[in-house]
């Protein structure tokens, strides 16, 4: 069963195709790399999916859901309830604790409930720093807090830009090692990132090129 799918998306700035007739079709619980070198598209892909921006033409389906002529709230709603971000930049509020940092995105969608928050900080191994503020958290850690507020609201697709890019070589393991359990409990993972060591780690690789689709590369599941 398909969670995204994509007909002849074309997404035009100016004179500037940033992407060009892509097709495609993400499977429900499959990890895809997104990859290619600088302004290949991938960050035009990312706010496709993610519902942050509009194809200039085509068509694009998230979970069911036709998204392509949405307008900006009715985007937002499908954002907050489908998708959870995960971002190389942590975007953490600096003077709320962890624990109220993964609440936060509990306020956007319904009630925040702290015992469900520390529930998802455990789930990445961080329960016992739940009201440490971002400052007093390592790297690594702080990223793990940006995934477990991603996994707050349980949604269907975990989107992940750059997600080891701030990190160094023992905190990249400990993340990356989070994301392999989350695929095998069943999550659907788009993770973009210009590391090959981290692309080869998915089912399948995006390669983008100058806005189009070049190649799909299989991976042994």
């Given at each position: ?36 070198p ?127 890019g ?8 400990i993340?990356?090692?989070?994301f ?42």
């Amino acid at each position: 069963m398909s969670i995204v799918q994509m007909k002849e998306v074309c997404k035009h700035y100016g004179n500037v195709k940033a992407l060009d007739q892509i097709s495609l079709d993400i499977k429900k619980g499959e990890w895809v790399s997104v990859m290619g070198p600088s302004g290949s598209g991938k960050s035009t892909f990312l706010n496709m999916v993610g519902c942050m921006d509009q194809p200039t033409s085509g068509s694009i389906w998230i979970d069911g859901t036709e998204i392509s002529r949405l307008t900006a709230r009715e985007l937002t709603e499908v954002r907050r309830d489908k998708i959870g971000l995960v971002f190389q930049q942590f975007h953490l509020i600096p003077y709320l604790t962890a624990v109220e940092n993964v609440m936060l995105a509990q306020y956007y969608h319904s009630i925040p409930d702290e015992k469900e928050a520390l529930e998802s900080l455990e789930r990445v191994g961080l329960k016992e720093r739940a009201y440490h503020l971002p400052s007093q958290l390592s790297g690594g850690e702080q990223q793990r807090v940006c995934i477990a507020r991603a996994l707050i609201n349980y949604p269907a697709i975990i989107l992940a830009d750059e997600p080891t890019g701030n990190l160094d070589g023992t905190n990249e393991k400990i993340v990356i090692e989070l994301f392999k359990e989350l695929h095998k409990q069943g999550h659907t993972i788009i993770m973009v990132t210009h590391s090959p060591a981290v692309g080869k780690l998915a089912q399948r690789q995006l390669q983008l090129v100058h806005g189009k689709l070049s190649q799909l590369t299989l991976q042994a599941v």
